[in-house]
Protein backbone atom coordinates (compact mmCIF):
# COMPACT_ATOMS: atom_id res chain seq x y z
CA UNK A 1 0.00 0.00 0.00
CA UNK A 2 1.53 3.38 -0.81
CA UNK A 3 0.67 6.52 0.70
CA UNK A 4 1.52 9.70 -0.81
CA UNK A 5 0.59 13.57 -0.35
CA UNK A 6 0.46 15.31 -3.49
CA UNK A 7 0.22 18.96 -3.94
CA UNK A 8 -1.90 19.85 -6.83
CA UNK A 9 -2.39 23.37 -8.05
CA UNK A 10 -4.59 25.10 -11.01
CA UNK A 11 -3.24 23.22 -13.55
CA UNK A 12 -4.11 19.32 -13.96
CA UNK A 13 -1.58 16.96 -12.14
CA UNK A 14 -0.98 13.52 -12.12
CA UNK A 15 -1.42 11.89 -9.65
CA UNK A 16 -1.00 8.32 -10.05
CA UNK A 17 0.06 6.84 -13.11
CA UNK A 18 -1.36 3.46 -14.95
CA UNK A 19 -1.46 0.50 -12.74
CA UNK A 20 -2.92 -2.85 -14.11
CA UNK A 21 -2.35 -4.65 -10.68
CA UNK A 22 -4.18 -2.11 -8.82
CA UNK A 23 -6.79 -3.01 -6.71
CA UNK A 24 -8.67 -0.07 -5.15
CA UNK A 25 -7.24 3.74 -4.95
CA UNK A 26 -8.56 6.42 -2.42
CA UNK A 27 -8.15 9.88 -2.85
CA UNK A 28 -8.60 12.38 0.00
CA UNK A 29 -9.31 16.28 0.80
CA UNK A 30 -8.49 17.83 4.35
CA UNK A 31 -7.38 21.34 2.96
CA UNK A 32 -9.64 24.25 2.89
CA UNK A 33 -10.02 24.23 -1.45
CA UNK A 34 -11.99 21.92 -3.79
CA UNK A 35 -10.36 19.16 -5.75
CA UNK A 36 -11.77 17.83 -9.06
CA UNK A 37 -10.82 14.65 -10.06
CA UNK A 38 -10.49 13.05 -13.79
CA UNK A 39 -8.93 10.53 -15.43
CA UNK A 40 -6.85 12.67 -18.35
CA UNK A 41 -4.64 16.07 -18.58
CA UNK A 42 -7.85 17.69 -19.83
CA UNK A 43 -9.69 17.69 -16.16
CA UNK A 44 -10.72 21.17 -15.29
CA UNK A 45 -12.92 22.78 -12.21
CA UNK A 46 -15.49 24.11 -14.89
CA UNK A 47 -17.36 23.25 -17.80
CA UNK A 48 -17.11 20.11 -20.22
CA UNK A 49 -14.04 18.61 -18.73
CA UNK A 50 -14.92 19.40 -14.95
CA UNK A 51 -13.72 16.47 -12.87
CA UNK A 52 -15.12 14.69 -10.09
CA UNK A 53 -15.79 17.06 -7.02
CA UNK A 54 -13.97 15.98 -3.93
CA UNK A 55 -15.11 18.44 -1.30
CA UNK A 56 -12.71 20.92 1.09
CA UNK A 57 -12.52 19.82 4.75
CA UNK A 58 -12.48 15.89 4.64
CA UNK A 59 -13.86 15.24 1.09
CA UNK A 60 -13.01 11.88 -0.34
CA UNK A 61 -13.17 9.68 -3.23
CA UNK A 62 -12.59 5.43 -4.11
CA UNK A 63 -12.58 3.65 -6.86
CA UNK A 64 -11.96 -0.20 -7.40
CA UNK A 65 -12.19 0.08 -11.14
CA UNK A 66 -9.97 2.17 -12.75
CA UNK A 67 -6.27 0.94 -13.29
CA UNK A 68 -5.03 3.92 -15.79
CA UNK A 69 -3.45 7.59 -15.39
CA UNK A 70 -5.66 9.43 -12.22
CA UNK A 71 -5.07 13.65 -12.56
CA UNK A 72 -6.28 16.14 -10.50
CA UNK A 73 -6.71 19.88 -10.17
CA UNK A 74 -7.86 22.50 -7.36
CA UNK A 75 -9.44 25.68 -7.37
CA UNK A 76 -6.03 27.07 -5.06
CA UNK A 77 -2.71 25.25 -4.44
CA UNK A 78 -3.45 22.09 -1.81
CA UNK A 79 -2.50 19.17 -0.50
CA UNK A 80 -4.28 15.45 -1.16
CA UNK A 81 -3.45 12.25 0.41
CA UNK A 82 -3.38 9.52 -2.51
CA UNK A 83 -3.94 5.60 -1.18
CA UNK A 84 -3.29 3.17 -3.55
CA UNK A 85 -3.46 -0.55 -3.02
CA UNK A 86 -1.98 -3.10 -5.74
CA UNK A 87 -1.93 -6.81 -5.82
CA UNK A 88 1.04 -8.35 -4.07
CA UNK A 89 1.67 -5.79 -1.62
Not at 13 to 25: G, I
Amino acid sequence: MSVVTITVGTTPQRVLVANPDRVVYSILNFSSNDVYVGYDKNVSTTGKTKGILIKANGGGMEDEYHKGEVWAIATAETEITVVEVSRGE
